[in-house]
Each structure stands twice: as structure tokens, then as C-alpha cells.
């Protein structure tokens, strides 16, 4: 059976560019079942250039509550059995849908999609793709061995997946019935809340399909408020992982032993943050629990690089 894809746009203050990414879905190579927008209490235009394309899209309002509950309401609204989401200043490739819904056609034991992505700066420069700038992707990439399709499924693959992963909201393929039966998006964070559900889908999952070629575009900002104060973002970004931390006791042991990665790594993040803005006392500090989950010279070395900035 052809899977009907509801594509949800959780949209805040976008006028500039919402235009752009609902333009990208209506382009599809593989027409979407329907597209729903978010308004997430924006004060500007968004609402009105929702409105501007009629029935071809669905739009939702709301108190400004979060992307993550503006994705949320969108899954409880939809009407089709898949659900791909778009932030509202990225847009998708032409046959971004199509990929993955011929690929479902075909394989009903796919738990999950994801696949590669572009990253553009403002002006649409590319800067890169992000399969091939992370080991997990590498990995793909070298197993897909110039193919298209590949299907991440080993143990050492979904471990570092979990902990470096490659795919991006917009490049994630999921069913309706499992995305609402995993409690969606987690609220209360405003950093890493995409990882915690990335994890927790992983984790529930056996065979993810992933897709060797660019399924759309991821635009930086250099204004974001992650390079605008790096320090507060990676604090957030350590507290939403020490949540999941919490909830891997229970995860199968590669997507726990990413788990464990991804916040050795956060861990340092924040320590290197710190020690850029002179408060190397601090690093130590965030850096310590390192060495206490993993003792040895790779940890201690870590410490050691705070004192000395």
C-alpha cells in the first residue's frame, strides 16, 4: 500500500521563509496526503502566507508553546499514516518524499527513515552534507558502497547513530501510530529535544532505511542563539541528555552505549565553552564527570586541556 505522508511545518515568526519551505513540499516528486502548518504564536505575517496557498495547506494556531509542542499538535492533527517534518526556514529536495515512500512501498519492515542533508549558509552557500561529516554517516556510506539505499540495522552502526547522528528532523520518516505511541517530541527542552526523540525511536526500532543522497537543505545561522551564547546552550543541551541518560537504563545496549557518548562528548562541549570564555574553573568542573563514567587518559586528558585552555 503507498503511504500517505503528512508533512508538519511548526512555524514561529516565519514569514520570511515559510513561503519557501511549503513551496518545497507542494513540489514533490511523490505528492504529500496533506500539509500542515503550526503557527506557534507568531506576531509577524506567518498565519497570513499559511493562509495565501488555501486548502493545500492546514493551519493550526496556538499560544507560543515550543517547537516541540507545535510538532506535537501537528502529529495529532494529521490525517496520513507517515509523518515527515520541515522547520519552516529549511526546504526539502524534490524527491525527498518520493525516496522514502517508494523505498516503504516496497519494504513494510522499515520501523523508521532518515537520510542525508545539505547544510547552506543564509545566502544558500553550500557548506556541506552531513552524512559525510560524521563517523555514523561514514559508516552508511561505506556500507551503501555507492548505492542509495542502505539499511542501518548492526549494533556498532546504531551506537554511533545515537551518538553522532547524521539525519536531521527534516530528513526523518516515521510512522503516526509509533511517533504518538513514543509520547512525540519531548517539552521542557529548549536545546537537543530532536535527539531525545531520535534516541528513543531508535530504540524501538530494528531496521532504520537511510537514503545516500540529500533529501534537503539545513540552513546555519550565524545569529542562532546556540553561537550567541554557546555556554548557556550547551548547559541546556547536558540537561536534556541527562534525561535521557535516565530513560537508557532501559534502551538496548548499543543505542545506551551512544547514549553514553553523546554526553561524554556534551560533557566536553560545555567544558571547551567555558574555558573559551576564560572560566577554566568551570570547565574542570563540567568536565569531571568524564573521568568518573570513563577513567583513563583519553578523560583525564580532557581535564587536564581545560586548565591549561
Not at 499560544?63 to 526546504?91: E, H, I, K, Q, Y
Not at 549558509?121 to 556541506?128: A, F, N, V
Not at 560524521?134 to 545515537?162: C, N, Q, Y
Not at 537511510?210 to 554557546?230: D, F, K, M, Q, W
Request: with cysteine; proline share 4%; charged share 20%.
Amino acid at each position: 500500500m503507498s503511504p500517505r505522508f503528512s508533512v508538519i511545518i511548526p512555524a514561529f515568526n516565519a514569514a520570511a521563509t515559510l513561503a519557501r519551505a511549503i513551496e518545497s513540499v507542494r513540489a514533490q516528486s511523490w505528492p504529500v496526503h496533506e500539509i500542515i502548518v503550526v503557527d506557534d504564536g507568531s506576531t509577524d505575517a506567518t498565519a497570513d502566507i499559511a493562509r495565501q496557498f488555501g486548502e493545500a495547506v492546514r493551519l493550526i494556531g496556538q499560544p507560543n508553546s515550543g517547537v516541540s509542542v507545535a510538532r506535537n499538535a501537528g502529529a495529532v492533527a494529521a490525517t496520513g499514516d507517515w509523518l515527515a517534518f520541515l522547520d519552516a526556514d529549511d526546504w526539502y529536495a524534490p524527491d525527498r518524499i518520493g525516496l522514502h515512500a517508494a523505498w516503504i512501498a516496497e519494504d513494510a519492515s522499515l520501523d523508521c527513515l532518515t537520510g542525508d542533508y545539505e547544510y547552506r549558509d543564509t545566502d544558500g552557500k553550500l557548506l556541506g552534507t552531513s552524512m559525510a561529516q560524521h563517523e555514523s554517516g561514514r559508516l552508511m556510506l561505506a556500507k551503501a558502497a555507492g548505492t542509495v539505499r542502505v539499511v542501518m540495522d548492526a549494533p556498532a552502526e546504531i551506537a554511533a547513530f545515537v551518538a553522532d547522528h547524521f539525519g536531521d528532523t527534516h530528513t526523518l520518516s516515521v510512522p503516526r501510530g509509533r511517533f504518538i505511541e513514543l509520547g512525540g517530541y519531548p517539552t521542557g527542552f529548549k536545546v537537543c529535544e530532536d535527539v531525545h526523540f531520535l534516541t528513543r525511536l531508535v530504540a524501538n526500532s530494528h531496521r532504520i532505511g537511510v537514503i545516500c543522497e540529500s533529501l534537503g537543505v539545513y540552513v546555519i545561522h550565524g545569529g542562532s542563539a546556540t553561537r550567541r551564547n554557546p555556554v548557556a546552550a550547551q548547559r541546556e543541551n547536558v540537561r536534556t541528555l541527562s534525561d535521557l541518560v535516565r530513560l537508557a537504563e532501559r534502551f538496548p545496549t548499543p543505542v545506551r552505549q551512544g547514549v553514553s557518548s553523546r554526553m561524554y562528548g556534551a560533557r566536553y562541549n560545555i567544558g571547551c565553552a567555558l574555558s573559551k570564555g576564560g572560566q577554566r574553573v568551570a570547565a574542570v568542573r563540567a568536565v569531571l564527570p568524564m573521568l568518573i563514567a570513563r577513567p583513563g587518559w583519553q578523560s583525564l586528558r580532557a581535564v587536564l586541556s581545560m586548565l591549561t585552555g
